[in-house]
């Protein structure tokens, strides 16, 4: 069998260079026994006007014996160099001889057109779909090595080929998440997924592969693809940690990615940003973005386009995590020095995510180091930080734990003489360890702990705290699909108790648990169309209130609003489909069921009239595990773009989302002792949709990056309370609560520089947010039911980040961030009342806060960079709110001794200076 | 429950700043009616009408003249109010029937009309003590009461606080007109006795406990310091039952008027009391309109009851002079120039050898003259 085909494969190649050199078949006979190279070329050049080069030392080893008459050069050649590793490539009269591979005298097989005479398709089309054989996958660490990919074979046969693998950090094995693999003579691409993971479908043939990475060396590969296999890459970090500004991780991507409105930002570019006490803030970052804004400095949430703070989903390695921030909302409750990099969705929002109304803010730690043990502190002015990493089974097994704690009490102690007894202290923790089981299994777990607890004078505690695990197993079935299973448990609970007061002391509980349950899978269906579906099920337990006496002469009644229950499940299905190559869609549906659950007891009230205790017909006592209400809904989400040119693109989108679970806060941003509530039959599931469309162009070989994007926004079923409302603790919060629509529409410019000394971003965002109360049963309407701006609402708003890298050992950081200030309802009349003045409002938000505007500077100073020390230390020197401005955080008007006045309070109202000293060993 | 957002405000303060704030001026489109007052069953029932004022407005007071009012009950009886006092109507003379419900109309004086919401009557139990707390900065006042037929639940206080206090020095001359004459103990000006009314509104609720209770419910602090205390201090508290909607409204109404401004604090929100004007439903009116009875209590706390480390702090800054008949150098007569004229006060006199007095100690009246901030009249409560 193998004869015949190497007979015909001869015969086809025969007929192939006789038909090639129509007219002057130059024919040979020779007879060489044992002959050297030299003695080849010699006899063969003799004989013909054929010039041969060759490198004599790769061929020191063959011996030629061989004995033909009238035959071509070809047949010589090829008779010559039978079984052994050495190829010949004639072209015209010159002829190249080579060790291992063969050169190529006509254009690569896939470079444009497969030549349709290829002879030598039908002889190699032998198991071509062994690529999968278990062998250990290469890692191509160099740029000038040629790697081959697939099962070898002589010529490289027409069509495609998918090439797999992992993209790593040659210094620590960690995964290299959101890198580009691209491919400049076939304009194609991927992007590596959370665990490095890339799949790519190219023509076999052979190839360049650009890498690119956050934070990496840009880098790239030569490959030689003869059918699917895997090729694991490894890239260097970039050796001088005054890192350019990447906004984004791929230079491309701005352009071609089908998504918009997602940002992604590496922990290395948050460090830039100057922060108050110099303390590095993941959320403080994602308000320079453009889109987001926030009611003010200090505060926890953050708004996303026009959406209430409640509506971010914010998810650490997967985890939801309910309340980012310590100490009142001055720190994020993330360890800089574990995140990797975070990814903020804010338009096309991936199928695999839901829940939320506004935005996605996705938060990734780091892997720990697989090869050695690392690990690094750091000393600001309010807390420590240090995390250890390293390898528990090299190359297979790692750790990573991070821990931050405070030591603001100094701050306290600053403070009147009346309160300096007050405590507060914060801490967090961090655990990720990553198994890899073998070349298909990784195991990944990660675990978070906070915790917050402040004291006024002895008197009334307070404490919060996040507790996060997730378990992922991320399996490869082959190199077009892979999926990943994930379950966890979230937990957010807060206490407070009081024990001044004996009879009045008590004890307050709130908790909320959820227990998820993920799979996502990615299929790589072909080279046009890339399938993401999975399901999602998350068991939410609320505890909304406990309140109980906490010693024996409290009269206090304890009081438990009963527990609530809800499945919230979803099912999705997306396709990435390449349409050509100008034009991608990414489509998608998410299927939303939502069921909740009892024990629970549900008022029903008397259709269309008020939700009142009047109106009350009677209520239903639901049994454990029964279904008391189920909300179905399909969530749609549809992406495009087209490449208007090879730096231009526009690109559309159009998403709706759902919302199951509302914060009850009825004060202008989050507070931590803010309430959960689900959707129950008598409150309404929270939707939205969004339609927005964008400009997207590189220049200057793609360190410049543009866009511009306009979206319009609508939000209904946003809760809103009665005035004079009380959430905690409320049996009937159905009762106090208004449903409120709103409408968000902008335009948001954004200009970024990715490379060279000077770097950073700079944003304008014109945007509009407005709500309004039209629920006929409210009873009263806020302004009589017209649309009033939201608290967010910040019509203009620019940020400029910039770092300036004088050598690489210094930069300097700039920041500039100028917003229109807030509305708020101010006073419009006085009166007296109560033995007092008092104050009449406006209508609600009518008039605003005076303009914001604040820059920070920094200096970055890097110790030597000598590969081989002991630690490598670095500093920060900055000033945060450099002029001084006196921001207005918020007015108000208040009575004191019978007379009514207005103030206006700032914080950061000076420059504040701060240091930070970071070791890495 | 708020305490940790006091917190936050202390820490914003000491590491931001508080300033002034005067927004341009902001009028509002019209000036709304206020009504404030409780129907009393069982005592004098006043009510104040008046009008809301622009904020930049120097005086708060805007009374409401020559209006109609009248308490009317759901039984079909009016009871009319009189005015004596500008902007003040008052029933009295009258005992209401606790067991119905009330309203009042009122009457202005261009034709509109305004009705309160019926409101059940609350029967205000009685106050059982009130007391004091020493605190790291002097007193905590504070109010104790209890339902015994657990059904009262939210409560509001105020109080009228009365004191005696005495001027910095104790002036033995008086001048009148002419020469400086020994002061008589009618002409005292060194005791006097001062007070002042509540201006925060004070609520309890004892509606998250087993029993209806308020116990130790903060009244007043007083600092240490204060004059309030340097001899005697009295205070009377009255305490109002009220439903729970009346305790909503008081409550709203503190929130959005006596707030501390952090941003965690809930939002300005529209203060919608039970009056309405018959014609336009929509018209602000501010003001929420109770019915029952009044429960009142006074108690003493005289100095001694406190630390007799405790010492107060004169609000003005004093010192002595001396005016000579002669003086050293000059010759002037400094007594008939200034302390006969009354330029400042003479405290005692001086003697430099001689039989007479060579001249006195004066100071200025705000030292001497107690009548400039009280009155010496004792109230009648007064022990």
Redesign the interface.
């Known amino acids: 069998m193998r004869k015949i085909f190497l007979l015909s494969f001869c015969f086809l190649i025969f007929l192939h260079a006789a038909s090639a050199q129509q007219g002057n078949p130059k024919l040979f006979s020779v007879n060489f026994q044992q002959a050297t190279i030299s003695q080849v070329v010699t006899e063969l050049e003799s004989k013909s006007s054929y010039h041969f080069y060759y490198d004599q030392a790769q061929f020191d080893s063959l011996r030629v014996t061989l004995q033909v008459t009238d035959k071509p050069l070809e047949t010589v050649l090829d008779l010559a160099f039978k079984k052994t590793s050495f190829y010949y490539a004639i072209t015209q009269q010159q002829v190249f001889l080579t060790k291992g591979r063969q050169i190529k005298t006509d254009l690569a097989v896939g470079y444009s057109q497969i030549h349709a005479n290829t002879p030598t398709q039908p002889a190699v089309s032998v198991a071509d779909y062994t690529a999968d054989v278990e062998k250990k996958v290469p890692d191509a660490t160099t740029e000038n090595k040629l790697y081959e990919i697939g099962v070898k074979t002589n010529s490289i046969k027409a069509g495609k080929a998918i090439l797999s693998g992992y993209i790593r950090d040659i210094k620590s094995g960690e995964a290299v998440t959101g890198a580009s693999i691209y491919v400049a003579n076939t304009k194609t691409g991927a992007a590596t997924d959370q665990f490095g993971y890339f799949s790519i479908t190219l023509p076999r043939g052979r190839h360049v592969l650009n890498v690119r990475g956050l934070g990496m060396r840009d880098t790239r590969r030569q490959i030689i693809l003869y059918s699917d296999g895997k090729l694991n890459i490894e890239m260097q970090e970039q050796i001088n940690s005054l890192k350019e500004v990447k906004i984004s991780a791929d230079k491309v991507a701005n352009v071609r990615s089908v998504a918009l409105g997602v940002t992604r930002l590496d922990i290395k570019d948050i460090k830039q940003i100057p922060t108050a006490f110099g303390e590095t803030d993941v959320l403080k970052v994602v308000l320079t973005l453009p889109g987001v804004t926030s ?2 400095e ?2 926890t949430g953050f708004n996303v386009r026009g959406g209430a703070a409640d509506e971010n989903l914010i998810l650490l390695d997967g985890a939801t995590i309910y309340n980012p921030a310590h100490f ?1 909302g001055f720190f994020a409750a993330f360890n800089p020095d574990i995140v990797k990099d975070i990814e903020l969705y804010k338009s096309s929002i991936p199928e695999k995510f839901g829940g939320r109304l506004s935005s996605v803010l996705d938060i990734t730690n780091r892997e720990g180091n697989k090869k050695k043990f690392t690990g690094s502190a750091g000393i600001g002015l309010l807390t420590s930080r240090l995390n250890i990493e390293g390898p528990i089974v090299t190359d297979k097994t790692s750790f990573i734990f991070g821990g931050r704690t405070t030591y603001s009490d100094w ?2 102690k ?6 300096k007894h ?1 405590q507060a202290s914060f801490y967090d923790f961090n655990l990720g360890i990553s198994h890899q089981i073998n070349e298909k299994n990784n195991i990944y777990l990660s675990g978070y702990l906070s915790q917050d607890k ?1 004291k ?1 004078n002895s ?2 505690s ?1 404490s919060y705290s996040n507790r996060n695990i997730v378990l992922k197993w991320k399996h490869n079935y082959n190199n077009k699909l892979y999926s990943l299973i994930s379950a966890g448990i979230d937990r957010y609970q807060y206490d ?1 108790s ?1 024990s001044a ?4 002391a ?1 004890d ?1 509980g709130f908790n909320i648990n959820q227990s998820n349950f993920k799979s996502d899978f990615t299929y790589y269906l072909s080279n046009k169309h890339t399938l993401n579906f999975g399901l999602s099920s998350i068991l939410y337990k609320i505890n909304p209130g406990t ?1 109980e006496p906490n010693n024996p002469q409290s ?3 304890p ?1 438990a609003v009963p527990a609530e229950k809800a499945l919230e499940s979803a099912l999705y299905l997306g396709d990435i489909f390449d349409v050509s190559s100008n034009f991608s869609i990414s489509a998608g549906i998410r299927y939303n069921f939502y069921n909740y659950l009892g024990p629970q007891t549900i008022n029903n009230y008397a259709p269309n009239l008020p939700k009142e205790p009047a109106n009350i017909i009677d209520s239903t006592a639901y049994k454990s595990g029964s279904i008391i209400k189920t909300f179905a809904a399909p969530d749609i989400r549809i992406s495009a773009r087209y490449l208007l040119s090879d730096n231009l693109s526009i690109k559309g989108g159009y998403n709706t989302l759902h919302q199951y679970i509302h914060l009850l806060s ?4 989050i ?1 931590p ?1 803010d309430v959960y509530k689900l959707s129950d039959p008598n409150i309404k599931p929270e939707n939205g949709d969004q339609v927005s469309l964008g400009l997207f162009k590189n220049a200057k070989a793609n360190t410049i990056e543009m866009s511009v994007e306009v979206y319009y926004k609508r939000l209904r079923n946003y809760l809103d309370y009665k ?2 409302a009380v959430l ?2 409320n049996h009937h919060i159905e009762q106090d609560v208004i449903n409120t629509q709103g409408k968000a529409y902008g335009a948001e410019f954004l200009i970024k520089k990715t490379a060279g000394k000077l770097n950073g971003w700079m944003s304008y965002t014109y945007s509009r947010t407005f709500l309004r109360q039209d629920d006929p049963n409210a009873g ?1 309407l ?1 302004n ?1 039911g017209k649309y009033y701006p939201a ?1 967010y609402d910040k019509p203009h708003s620019f940020n400029f980040s910039g770092n300036y890298r004088f050598t690489h050992r210094y930069s300097v950081s700039l920041d500039l961030a100028y917003s229109t200030g807030r509305p708020i ?18 209508d ?1 938000n009518a ?1 605003r806060i005076p303009d914001y505007f604040r820059s920070d500077f920094s200096i970055n100073i890097e110790g030597n960079h000598k590969v081989h020390q002991l630690t490598h230390n670095s500093w920060t020197i900055g000033v945060y709110n450099l002029t001084g401005r ?1 921001n ?8 004191q ?2 007379v ?11 420059p504040i200076p701060f240091i930070n000293y970071n070791i890495r060993f | 429950m708020k305490n940790w957002k006091f917190l936050l405000f202390i820490i914003i303060i000491s590491v931001g700043c508080k300033k002034p704030y005067n927004p341009k001026v902001i009028n509002a489109p019209s000036s709304y009616l206020v009504v404030e007052g409780v129907i009393n069953t069982n005592d004098v029932t006043t009510i104040k009408l008046s009008r809301t004022v622009n904020l930049n407005s120097a005086v708060t007071t805007n009374p409401v003249n020559d209006a109609t009012i009248s308490v009317e009950s759901d039984a079909g009886s009016s009871y009319g109010l009189t005015s004596s006092v500008a902007g003040t109507y008052t029933l009295s003379g009258t005992t209401l029937d606790n067991t119905r419900k009330y309203r009042i109309r009122i009457k202005t004086e261009d034709n509109k009309e305004y009705l309160s919401d019926f409101v059940q009557t609350m029967v205000t139990p009685p106050i059982d003590s009130i007391g004091f707390n020493l605190t790291g900065k002097g007193i905590q006042i504070y109010v104790n009461t209890h339902d015994p037929k657990n059904n009262t639940h939210y409560y509001r206080f105020d109080y009228s606080e009365t004191w005696k206090f005495h001027s910095k020095y104790n002036s033995a001359f008086i001048s009148n007109g002419v020469g400086i004459l020994y002061r008589t103990p009618d002409q005292d000006i060194y005791t006097c006795f001062t007070g002042n009314t509540s201006s925060t509104i004070l609520l309890g609720s004892s509606a998250k406990l087993k029993q209806d209770v308020i116990y130790q419910n903060p009244v007043i602090a007083i600092e240490s310091t204060s004059e309030k205390i340097e001899i005697k201090y009295s205070i009377l508290v009255d305490e109002y039952a009220l439903t729970a909607d009346a305790y909503k409204f008081w409550g709203n109404l503190k929130k959005n008027t006596e707030q501390l401004g952090s941003i965690f604090d809930a939002e300005p929100s529209e203060i919608s009391g039970n009056i309405h004007n018959t014609a336009n439903a929509t018209e602000p009116v501010i003001g929420y309109i109770s019915a029952g009875t009044v429960s009142s209590k006074r108690v003493f706390i005289s100095n001694t009851q406190l630390p007799q480390s405790w010492y107060p702090t004169y609000p003005y800054s004093c010192e002595l002079d001396s005016a000579w008949f002669h003086a050293p150098h000059t010759g002037e007569n400094q007594v008939q120039d200034i302390l006969v004229p009354f330029l400042a006060l003479p405290v005692s006199a001086f003697f430099n050898g001689g039989p007479g007095p060579a001249g006195y100690l004066y100071s200025d009246s705000q030292c001497v003259d107690c009548t400039i901030r009280g009155t010496k009249q004792q109230p009648a409560f007064w022990q």
């Open positions: 009611v003010g200090a505060t009142f701050l306290l600053l403070l009147p003489e009346s309160y007050s402040f006024l008197d009334t307070y407070i009081s007061n004996p009879v009045n008590y307050l309140f009269l206090i009644a009081d009825n004060s202008t941003s507070s002792t005035s004079g905690l603790l009263e806020i009589e608290n309802t101010l006073p419009i009349a006085k009166y007296e009342y109560g033995g007092s003045e008092r104050v009449f409002y406006s609600r008039y006196q207005a955080y918020s007015t108000f008007f208040t009575e001794s019978g009514i006045s207005g103030y206006k309070l700032s914080i950061f109202a000076a």
